[in-house]
């Protein structure tokens, strides 16, 4: 597989740490407010990315984590702390607008057809593991104690600017052009990575450490939530490119002064969803929520299929119209799907050709495009009974999630009982090692269109 990474500028060979497995670590939301719809293509992006390595034959272990401490308004150590802000908005305590939010994101993705990650973690339970790294940070060198807070010193840190690219003279205009500096940081860039002096003295979320009651930086999380979970070598990290600087930055910083070793090779961003004044983004006022979409008459699927439609390293423009084609052709592709005809006859030499043009588009950088094209090159295909073009859409939406295919409608409950039956017969079979008949079983629901697929939790089976 290909894959552009901002690390090296290029797009490159995808080799993980260990053949056939990927530890893929990706910054979830911050839950002050609603996801707006820009937030929502990253994780769309992500989403997708997963699935395509998973079709692809790598086994996943995708890890996120659920912002809900540390994260200022402006990114770096100034601003508001969004959830303190969130929770004077509705008169709540930030406990009550984490939980909130929280949940209402995944909602929101599950509308989406996004796939919650295996491992979700919440920033707020985990202060054990930034203590733990923050202490050996100090201990080495790297970071230092001012004014009761602590700080990484980015000047100690190898390499610092290598992901963004940008030098410290672009930092300090940045600087220059912040009124709150705060004189505390040895360089302008440093950040802070615990704080115990704040202008939020009297938040709700503070936790006890060696440097006094105060509560973890933003970047932290990220660094201690993934060494818990995916340990020292990471092999995809994602984000929007809105992360590269200052949050990636920083975590590469603390993360390799932790371990003493680089620890992400890939890191994969998504492009940004602009509106008609740039990018989209909360604290404008007004945004775009899922809810929103729908109470303007929109399946949220229709805009899974906008965001598929650009490539994830492309800006894209938001506007109604865009959407209203998106939904449009969703309905009429949907419709085309459904008239095929579902007599099983499955042209299995035809397969391959297509499979491999998918996989092809999938190493392809993740063109989303392309894998829409051939949905459309399947249904158009003569060569191609209907039942093969079902096969075919079916493996194409594991990936594109858009259900093209409907499953539920099409079983009646009677149907349901006779193919329960025959994977209990089955089942028998195999426990009975006379497995040339759990073969004829498996084959039989095959060739009427019904393929088991056999998990850890029992035998499903899905409709081809
Ligand atoms: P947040 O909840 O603010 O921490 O952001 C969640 C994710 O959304 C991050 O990965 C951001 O990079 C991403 N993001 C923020 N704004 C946009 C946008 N307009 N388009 C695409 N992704 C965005
Ligand atoms: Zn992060």
Not at 289 to 304: D, F
Request: glycine share 6%.
């Amino acid at each position: 597989m290909k894959i552009y990474n901002t690390l090296n500028k290029k797009v490159e060979e995808f080799i993980p740490n260990v053949e056939g497995k990927v530890k893929m670590y990706t910054c979830g939301p911050t839950v002050y407010h609603y996801a707006h719809i820009g937030n929502l293509r990253t994780y769309i992006f992500e989403d997708v990315l997963e699935k395509g390595l998973s079709y692809l034959g790598y086994e996943v272990n995708r890890v996120m984590n659920i912002t809900d401490v540390g994260h200022m308004t402006s990114d770096s150590d100034t601003g508001e702390d969004k959830m303190e802000k969130g929770a004077i908005r509705e008169g709540k305590t930030v406990y009550e607008i984490a939980d909130f939010y929280e949940k209402a994101f995944f909602k929101d993705t599950e509308k989406l057809n996004i796939k919650t990650p295996e491992t979700v973690e919440r920033a707020s339970e985990h202060i054990d593991k930034y203590i733990e790294i923050i202490e050996k940070l100090l201990k080495d060198g790297y970071a230092y104690i001012s004014d009761g807070n602590v700080y990484f010193d980015i000047s100690k840190a190898k390499d610092y600017y290598k992901l963004s690219g940008k030098t410290a003279e672009d930092l300090m205009i940045g600087v220059r052009d912040t009124v709150e500096e705060d004189k505390a940081k040895r360089n302008p860039g440093d950040f802070g990575l615990w704080f115990t002096v704040s202008k939020f003295a009297n938040q709700d979320m503070k936790w006890n450490s060696p440097w006094g009651i105060g509560y973890p930086g933003w970047h932290i999380e990220c660094s201690g939530i993934s060494a818990e979970y995916l340990g020292e070598y990471l092999d995809i990290h994602c984000g929007g490119v809105d992360n590269i600087f200052p949050h990636h930055t920083n975590e590469i910083a603390q993360s390799e002064a932790y371990f003493g070793h680089k620890w992400c090779n890939y890191w994969v961003h998504g492009e940004h969803l602009n509106d008609k004044e740039g990018k989209m983004s909360k604290s404008k006022g007004e945004f775009l929520t899922v809810s929103l979409l729908e109470e303007k008459g929109y399946n949220p699927l229709s805009y899974r299929l906008l965001c598929l439609n650009s490539h994830y390293r492309n800006q894209l423009s938001f506007t109604w119209e865009s959407l209203d084609g998106a939904q449009k052709a969703y309905v009429k592709l949907k419709n085309k799907i459904k008239l095929l005809d579902r007599t099983p006859d499955l042209h299995e030499s035809k397969l391959d050709k297509y499979i491999e043009q998918f996989r092809g588009a999938i190493e392809n950088d993740l063109n989303t495009s392309n894998m829409i094209t051939l949905v459309y090159d399947v249904i158009k295909d003569d060569d191609l009974s209907d039942f093969t073009k079902l096969y075919l859409i079916n493996e194409f939406d594991k990936v594109l999630s858009l259900d093209l295919i409907e499953l539920e409608s099409s079983i009646d409950d009677e149907t349901d009982k006779q193919i329960q039956k025959k994977i209990e017969e089955r089942n028998n079979a195999k426990k009975n090692k006379d497995f040339s008949t759990a073969d004829k079983i498996r084959d039989e629901l095959l060739e009427k269109g019904i393929k088991l697929i056999d998990t850890r939790d029992g035998t499903k089976y899905e409709l081809i």
